[in-house]
């Protein structure tokens, strides 16, 4: 069974922005840290950012300041706000439950494309 669905995805030009979208069921919501990774062509996937249960959020170098990570607890679901958007963020991004050493605990679902093009 599905628990985990990103959406948002798309193409985006240099310097703009974008939020993408995780839906989850309300059991793992509760229970765990939630992630967002990105995996490009040829790349490593790679933590992107992460949110606790009450809200304490961790980023990689790459994206502090320009992307941000929140969650809505009453829908279940937590998001990232992508802002100045450079042609490097293009990757395939991720939702998951987040390990304490950073790996995604759940196997990983199809994800939502992110294309940075002029």
């Known amino acids: 069974q599905v628990q985990l669905v990103e959406s948002g995805g798309g193409l985006v030009q240099p310097g703009g922005s974008l939020r993408l979208s995780c839906a989850a069921s309300?059991?793992?919501?509760?229970?765990?840290?939630m992630g967002w990774y990105r995996q490009a062509p040829g790349k490593q996937r790679e933590l992107v950012a992460s949110i606790t249960i009450g809200s304490i959020t961790n980023y990689a170098d790459s994206v502090k300041g320009r992307f941000a990570i929140s969650r809505d607890n009453a829908k279940n679901t937590v998001y990232l706000q992508m802002n100045s958007l450079k042609p490097e963020d293009t990757a395939v991004y991720y939702c998951?439950?987040?390990?304490?050493?950073?790996?995604?605990?759940?196997?990983w679902g199809q994800g939502t494309q992110v294309t940075i093009s002029s």
């Open positions: 309300e059991s793992i919501f509760r229970s765990y840290v």
């Open positions: 998951n439950l987040r390990s304490r050493s950073g790996s995604g605990l759940l196997p």
